[in-house]
Nanobody, 123 residues
Framework: QVQLVESGGGLVQAGGSLRLSCAASGLTFSSSRMGWFRQAPGKERVLVAVISWSGGNIYYLDSVKGRFTISRDNAKNTVALQMNSLKPEDTAVYYC????????????????WGQGTQVTVSS
């Protein structure tokens, strides 16, 4: 059974930084494409960043390019999201998940979700 545990969220002022971490178990992490998603109040959950199993291919949502950096540690089964220059519109619950799909248009989460971690950016 896949378990995903997100951490690192909090309250930060606009322009600040946070580093999120996700610990994964119950899967072959080193061969899994991983991603971060976020869900703002009243909105759908969206894909923010994706990293291939090797770390060699990375995708970012346009609105976070240049500010967010996704990384992974296959030895520790963790994936991280470094978030800099945060904006109020980044406020959301952030989740990690395995990402399926054969191209950018078909990227989607694999299955069950963890509890997420709340990020709140004040103006």
């Amino acid at each position: 059974q896949v378990q995903l545990v997100e951490s690192g969220g909090g309250l930060v002022q606009a322009g600040g930084s946070l580093r999120l971490s996700c610990a994964a178990s119950g899967l072959t992490f080193s061969s899994s494409r991983m991603g971060w998603f976020r869900q703002a109040p009243g909105k759908e959950r969206v894909l923010v960043a994706v990293i291939s199993w090797s770390g060699g291919n990375i995708y970012y949502l346009d609105s976070v390019k240049g500010r967010f950096t996704i990384s992974r540690d296959n030895a520790k089964n963790t994936v991280a999201l470094q978030m800099n220059s945060l904006k109020p519109e980044d406020t959301a619950v952030y989740y990690c998940n395995v990402v399926l799909g054969t191209n950018i248009a078909t990227l989607r989460p694999a299955g069950s979700w963890g509890q997420g971690t709340q990020v709140t950016v004040s103006s």
